[in-house]
């Protein structure tokens, strides 16, 4: 397997899924945006903040630059819902030039870090960034039940229907 290229795809996949959720969410009134529909993070707004937290502030971080921030996993970074859409988007955009860039090697190799509790962790490279791009999957599984809770339209939001997507272009 071509790790690059696997990873590649799940980078493309993110962009594309966060992009259209994001587009879901746009059509969501405030008041339901940022209601307690018994997330885990709570709301919607509360559930895109942890995504922007978790994937860019942590995770993107430790990836490119072998740091370790710390930063509460539900700190709302972004009080504004548009400005905090346009973070989670261009964040999502940052993973494929940064995948494309990693030596062949780094793939079997690890990813050294520290947690938020200050302890020292080395874990596989190619399985903690796979874990990246599930946890923005499940959360944003969390926020689609949340839509549909609220009476709105889902997208699609399964690879194959990406996938399919790129095969259908000219």
């Not at 799940?10 to 994001?22: G, S």
């Not at 995770?59 to 630059?65: K, Q, S, T, Y």
């Not at 261009?90 to 062949?104: H, K, T, V, Y």
């Not at 793939?107 to 947690?115: A, P, R």
Request: hydrophobic share 40%; proline share 4%; with cysteine.
């Amino acid at each position: 397997m071509n790790w690059t290229d696997h990873f590649s795809t799940l980078a493309r996949y993110n962009a594309w899924a966060t992009a259209r959720l994001l587009d879901a969410v746009a059509q969501v009134s405030d008041e339901d945006y940022r209601r307690d529909m018994g997330l885990f993070f709570k709301s919607i707004h509360g559930t895109l903040n942890h995504l922007l937290v978790g994937e860019h502030q942590l995770w993107f971080v430790r990836f490119a630059e072998g740091t370790s921030p710390r930063v509460a996993l539900d700190a709302e970074l972004e009080t504004d819902r548009h400005r905090l859409a346009q973070r989670l988007r261009e964040g999502a955009e940052r993973w494929a030039p940064l995948i494309a860039d990693l030596a062949p090697t780094a793939w079997d190799g690890t990813l050294d870090y520290t947690t938020m509790r200050g302890t020292a962790v080395s874990l596989p490279f190619a399985t903690t960034l796979a874990h990246v791009f599930n946890h923005g999957t499940h959360h944003r599984g969390q926020i689609t039940a949340a839509l549909t809770a609220l009476g709105q339209p889902c997208p699609e939001l399964d690879l194959v229907h990406m996938l399919q997507q790129e095969q259908a272009k000219p």
